[in-house]
């Protein structure tokens, strides 16, 4: 007796938990195929099962065996789904942001939502992108999804550096990445973009004279410049 366990194009899938009457468990071979030999007038059934299809049928009888026989079980993919939002630090929706996926392109709604649709087992990762945002966390990796997920949410800030009080080339202690990543957010923009100008803004405080506090604050934007 063969089983064989196929999709819907008649593609093999192996590795399919068969339970055969007087045999014990075993899995479809790489060709989707188990086979059994069984006594004439053999009488029985089949179920078959996999973590990552549904098939039609899930099991099988059969009775008063007399020949060689095959029996197909045909499965189907189970598919889930990925879902969260993409909003800047206020909570506002950043609509058409963009979701990267194994080389395919997801955008946000108005309202800042995105869902998309995997196969059982899926690994890979989702990195968002907006125009002059940068993103916390910067990307989401997933391995072999079992299940759909939803809550999958990105934060996006807009660029900004902060200085150490009354430097023009220090930042402020603890702000490292964020001005590392502001920078990186304008700079693959402009990359992008070639033909785009920006303008850079160097602001201080109110604590110096006004020349001075002018002075920094070009010195700020020409350091955020080179």
Same mark, same amino acid.
């Given at each position: 007796?063969?089983?064989?366990?196929?999709d819907? @194009?008649?593609?093999?899938?192996?590795?399919?938990?068969?339970?055969?009457?007087?045999?014990?468990?075993?899995?479809?071979?790489?060709?989707?195929?188990?086979?059994?030999?069984? %006594?004439?007038?053999? +009488?029985?059934?089949?179920?078959v099962?996999?973590?990552?299809? %549904?098939?039609?049928?899930?099991? @099988?009888?059969? !009775?008063?065996?007399?020949?060689?026989? &095959?029996?197909?079980?045909?499965?189907?993919?189970?598919?889930? +789904?990925?879902?969260?939002?993409? $909003? %800047?630090?206020?909570? @506002?929706?950043?609509?058409?942001?963009?979701?990267?996926?194994?080389? $395919?392109?997801?955008?946000? %709604?108005?309202?800042?939502?995105?869902?998309?649709?995997?196969?059982?087992?899926? !690994?890979?990762?989702?990195?968002?992108?907006? &125009?002059?945002?940068?993103?916390?966390?910067?990307?989401?990796?997933?391995?072999?999804?079992?299940a759909?997920?939803?809550?999958?949410?990105?934060?996006?800030?807009?660029?900004?550096?902060?200085?150490?009080?009354?430097?023009?080339?220090?930042?402020?202690?603890?702000? &490292?990445?964020?001005?590392?990543?502001?920078?990186d957010?304008?700079? +693959?923009?402009?990359?992008?973009?070639?033909?785009?100008?920006?303008?850079?803004?160097g602001?201080?405080?109110?604590?110096?004279?006004? *020349?001075? +506090?002018?002075?920094?604050? *070009?010195?700020?934007?020409?350091?955020?410049? !080179?």
């Amino acid at each position: 007796v063969k089983v064989a366990t196929v999709d819907s @194009n008649g593609k093999a899938i192996p590795g399919v938990n068969i339970r055969f009457s007087g045999f014990d468990p075993r899995n479809s071979d790489a060709s989707g195929v188990a086979t059994y030999t069984v %006594d004439c007038g053999t +009488n029985g059934a089949i179920a078959v099962a996999h973590e990552c299809y %549904d098939f039609s049928p899930a099991e @099988n009888s059969y !009775s008063n065996i007399r020949g060689d026989k &095959e029996f197909k079980f045909v499965g189907k993919m189970r598919t889930y +789904n990925i879902a969260g939002s993409v $909003k %800047d630090a206020g909570g @506002n929706a950043l609509s058409g942001a963009v979701l990267h996926v194994d080389g $395919k392109k997801v955008k946000t %709604d108005g309202a800042g939502n995105y869902s998309f649709t995997v196969n059982c087992g899926w !690994s890979g990762k989702v990195v968002p992108e907006y &125009e002059l945002y940068y993103f916390t966390p910067k990307a989401r990796e997933y391995n072999n999804v079992r299940a759909s997920v939803s809550c999958q949410d990105f934060t996006g800030y807009k660029p900004i550096v902060y200085f150490k009080f009354a430097e023009g080339k220090v930042y402020r202690e603890g702000t &490292e990445e964020t001005a590392a990543r502001s920078i990186d957010a304008v700079t +693959n923009f402009l990359r992008k973009n070639p033909e785009a100008r920006v303008l850079l803004e160097g602001h201080t405080c109110y604590i110096q004279r006004r *020349l001075p +506090n002018f002075e920094l604050g *070009l010195e700020r934007a020409q350091f955020v410049e !080179s």
